[in-house]
């Protein structure tokens, strides 16, 4: 390592562990060290009382790394899958710093002398595409995203973490003879963990504090601030992942059985005949932070919409019928498995859809699909498709249709030409050049499913 006052970056792989960073960091020597470049008088085997410029500074002989390493848990056979929920990177003025810290005060640890400084922060890219992109790097590369099978979720085999930055402190870490030529740069993070199922409803929550390994700003330029808040990001996940508890709700097991219930009896009235009855009986379905879509099974106010419609909204959850009338709903029971609710409003309807309890589709079947698509204000938009496919899913059956389905739909009704309900709008999946390709719950499992008649 030459003596030219630059900082030494390192980075030290510990198998099963998470890499490390550190630096080797020049000082100056005391005026009292000798060397031996005067080649002249008694002083020929003899060096004067110091050397100069760079040649003044020299790297620590011993390097002391943290004991505590984060060890590394790859996904296993018997986990469930992980994907990102949500992420947050929304920070008050207060609880973003950037602190200068001269480096005899940091090696002494004299925390009463670190300087909190005005910055330019606000003018990093810190957003929330960042930390999603780098949370989504870390499953990915710990092997907890499928990133082959990526259609299907269930509550078996999958489930959701979301995470929100409350605290961050960058640290400039600098030696005052060399202020512009000699630095290195740390952060200290706080991140608010919380795991998820995936209908979204919190298993486990907990705050980690941790540090990034030390990056040289010399080597990274103008990426060392984002280095070093993916480094603590990293820390702080792996720390969160390998929690107790977390590895416990990680695990697969046998999914508990719903106890046999009381069998609901739905009081029967007039029967959907056409598609002009089947849109008045579907209803959107409003809740606290968006909206889906249901259908009326019963003339004295039973609805059924999707699980995941309501799940994180049990108490606040409003009906809006064809007609701009709005109820108030409870929810009555649910089957997470099926994805699956039956919610009740104080109100008859004359007309309502059949639950037909033996298959009623067959392949290549024009259907059609109604519900509110995107926004309350598209209520009762109507859509056709065909059947494209029978899948299954974890144990659950599902028709494939390629019927245009959006945000909202689900919950809606997936019916014939003649208004006979043929399943439950479920899903839809997008991606990338991908589109027209949707999911419905078949409607002969519903009875058993919910325990209706």
């Not at 099978?149 to 060399?178: C, G, M, P, W």
């Not at 508890?245 to 508990?256: A, D, P, Q, S």
């Amino acid at each position: 390592m030459n003596r030219d006052r630059d900082v030494q970056q390192l980075k030290i792989e510990t198998e099963g562990y998470k890499d490390q960073y550190a630096v080797n960091y020049q000082s100056k020597k005391s005026l009292l060290h000798i060397i031996s470049w005067v080649p002249f008088g008694v002083f020929y085997l003899m060096p004067p009382l110091f050397d100069s410029g760079a040649k003044s500074f020299d790297y620590q002989k011993d390097l002391v790394l943290s004991e505590n390493l984060i060890p590394i848990r790859t996904k296993t056979e018997n986990e469930k899958f992980l994907f990102v929920k949500k992420t947050g990177f929304d920070l008050d003025k207060k609880d973003l710093k950037f602190t200068e810290i001269k480096y005899k005060n940091y090696k002494k640890d004299k925390k009463n002398k670190y300087k909190e400084v005005d910055s330019n922060l606000e003018e990093i890219n810190f957003d929330n595409t960042i930390f999603t992109e780098s949370l989504n790097n870390l499953l990915v590369e710990y092997k907890y995203t499928d990133t082959i099978n990526t259609i299907f979720k269930s509550k078996t085999n999958s489930a959701y973490v979301s995470a929100n930055i409350t605290k961050l402190d960058l640290q400039r870490i600098y030696d005052v003879e060399a202020k512009t030529i000699m630095s290195f740069i740390k952060s200290e993070i706080e991140i608010e963990w919380s795991l998820l199922d995936v209908y979204g409803q919190e298993i486990y929550s907990r705050t980690v504090t941790s540090k990034s390994g030390d990056f040289s700003y010399d080597y990274y330029k103008e990426s060392v601030a984002l280095m070093v808040v993916d480094d603590a990001i990293s820390t702080s996940f792996l720390t969160f992942l390998n929690d107790d508890e977390v590895r416990v709700n990680m695990k697969i097991g046998e999914e508990k059985k719903i106890p046999e219930l009381e069998t609901i009896v739905l009081a029967k009235g007039e029967n959907i005949r056409n598609l002009s009855d089947a849109i008045n009986a579907t209803a959107t379905i409003k809740v606290e932070n968006g909206h889906g879509s249901g259908f009326v099974v019963s003339n004295d106010g039973y609805l059924l919409t999707n699980f995941h419609v309501v799940a994180n909204s049990k108490e606040d959850i409003t009906v809006i019928t064809k007609d701009k009338k709005e109820y108030k709903a409870k929810l009555v029971r649910q089957n997470e498995e099926l994805d699956l609710a039956l919610i009740k409003v104080d109100g008859s309807f004359k007309k309502h859809f059949q639950i037909s309890s033996a298959k009623n589709y067959a392949m290549g079947d024009d259907i059609y699909v109604v519900g509110t698509p995107e926004s309350v204000e598209l209520g009762q938009t109507i859509s056709k498709g065909i059947i494209s496919g029978d899948r299954e899913n974890q144990g659950v059956k599902l028709i494939q249709t390629d019927a245009s389905i959006n945000s909202g739909n689900s919950g809606g009704p997936l019916i014939s030409k003649e208004g006979d309900l043929i399943g439950v709008v479920n899903a839809k999946f997008s991606g990338f050049g991908v589109e027209g390709i949707g999911f419905a719950i078949p409607a002969n499992t519903i009875n058993t499913a919910l325990y209706v008649n």
